[in-house]
């Protein structure tokens, strides 16, 4: 099953626009802006996106693979023609949005399940659900995963939240990557509360997730493979570069500003200093939510846990960054995975799903009887 010539992978993803890291970079380089740090090296080790996806073909060739890109643009031409002319054998899904559309990442999944392309990654239910995390969290909440107390509030009146305790976090309920989070989305008293939720509502015109905010280390949880999924070492953000006052949450600036004073302050520490009871905590209930969510091949799984060492799950990251270093990667790297190694153990769970050819009609068999016979394998599809 390993890399072999002749396996054919698109790796496909959707972009329009400009690189703002593309352009960031320019503007150091001409002197426009300064580092907040004053080092610039810093802005210049941020890859861009055209880097990271070139990156991922170069391993996938590396690892014996027929490998080429294709951003599909927004255009479903494009789309089909990357999955028909020539057909590949598997394809390395990165498109996480259509028309500008995150709620449409599970059709463009569909569609390969529609043509019988093996792809990377988690079905189209559980990319839909993950995408909503109050559907998500739901779920989790049926089979008693621990998830922090929630309610979605899509329009006025805002009701009296009974039952919930302030600290309270105010997301947008169908984002990504820290999208809509800002040190003001946690809120300690109804005032802040619902200015919160209508500057939900105005920016991403969506419904708020109104959540308890879990005080405490926050851990990421990477999970590879499917028979049976495994573990990798837990990743912790290290808060304690950020000033004493701010919030120990994932911002949208600390993330992806490199202008913000926030800016990778926190570190990752990987593996995670945790008690064995505490590790094997985490590890039941991340093995349990990604199976209960029908996860597939590699997921990421965010949790807290608080100052009585309870767990909670914040949420679930089907087919998360695979940027080299970072969160997923790093949690394998920790595990002695290499970059193109994890790459082509991934692309191998996807081709593992690859149907046999169908039996041939009768006539035609009696031409080839002394071929090896072709046993139909079933498809597992890890949906549960
Ligand atoms: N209930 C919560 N308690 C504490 N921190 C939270 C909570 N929800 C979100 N956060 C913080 O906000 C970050 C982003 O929220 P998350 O739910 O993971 O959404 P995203 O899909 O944007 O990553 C988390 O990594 C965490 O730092
Ligand atoms: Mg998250």
């Not at 837990?234 to 808060?239: G, I």
């Not at 994932?250 to 505490?278: M, N, Q, Y």
Request: glycine share 6%.
């Amino acid at each position: 099953m390993s890399g072999s010539k002749r396996t054919r992978v698109a790796v496909l993803y959707n972009f329009v626009g400009v690189d703002q890291y593309a352009v960031l970079r320019r503007r150091v380089r001409v002197g426009s802006v300064v580092s907040p740090t004053g080092r610039i090296e810093d802005l210049e080790k941020i890859a861009t996106l055209r880097e990271e996806i070139q990156a991922l073909v170069l391993a996938l060739q590396e690892e014996g693979f027929d490998c080429r890109a294709v951003n599909i643009r927004e255009d479903f031409n494009r789309l089909l023609e990357a999955l028909t002319s020539p057909r590949p054998d598997v394809v390395f899904n990165l498109v996480e949005f259509f028309n500008d559309n995150a709620l449409l990442e599970d059709r463009v999944a569909g569609l390969y399940d529609l043509l019988d392309i093996p792809y990377t990654g988690s079905p189209p239910l559980t990319l839909a659900l993950c995408q909503r995390k109050g559907l998500a969290k739901q779920i989790l909440k049926a089979h008693d995963i621990p998830t922090p107390r929630f309610k979605l509030v899509a329009a006025e009146p805002i009701p009296t939240l009974r039952g919930l305790r302030y600290p309270l976090i105010v997301k947008p309920v169908w984002e990504d990557a820290s999208a809509g989070v800002t040190e003001r989305s946690v809120v300690d008293e109804r005032a802040q509360l619902e200015e919160q939720v209508r500057h939900v509502w105005e920016k991403f015109q969506q419904p708020a997730l109104i959540e308890e905010y879990i005080e405490g280390r926050e851990l990421g949880v990477s999970i590879i493979g499917n028979k049976p999924p495994r573990m990798l070492p837990v990743e912790e953000m290290d808060f304690s570069d950020l000033p004493e006052e701010r919030r120990r949450i994932i911002s949208f600036e600390s993330k992806w500003d490199p202008l913000h004073e926030d800016f990778h302050k926190g570190t990752l520490v990987c593996p995670a200093k945790l008690s064995r009871a505490v590790l094997r905590r985490v590890k039941a209930l991340a093995l349990r939510t990604y199976q209960v969510l029908g996860c597939r091949d590699y997921s990421r799984i965010d949790m807290r846990l608080d100052r009585r060492n309870k767990l909670f799950v914040l949420e679930v990251n089907p087919n998360p960054d695979l940027t080299a270093g970072v969160a997923f990667m790093a949690s394998a790297a920790a595990d002695g995975m290499t970059f193109s190694g994890t790459l082509r153990f991934i692309v191998e769970q996807a081709l593992s799903r690859r149907k046999a050819p169908p039996a041939e009609p009768a006539e035609a068999k009696a031409e080839t009887k002394s071929e090896a016979k072709i046993e139909p394998k079933t498809e597992s599809g890890g949906e549960s």
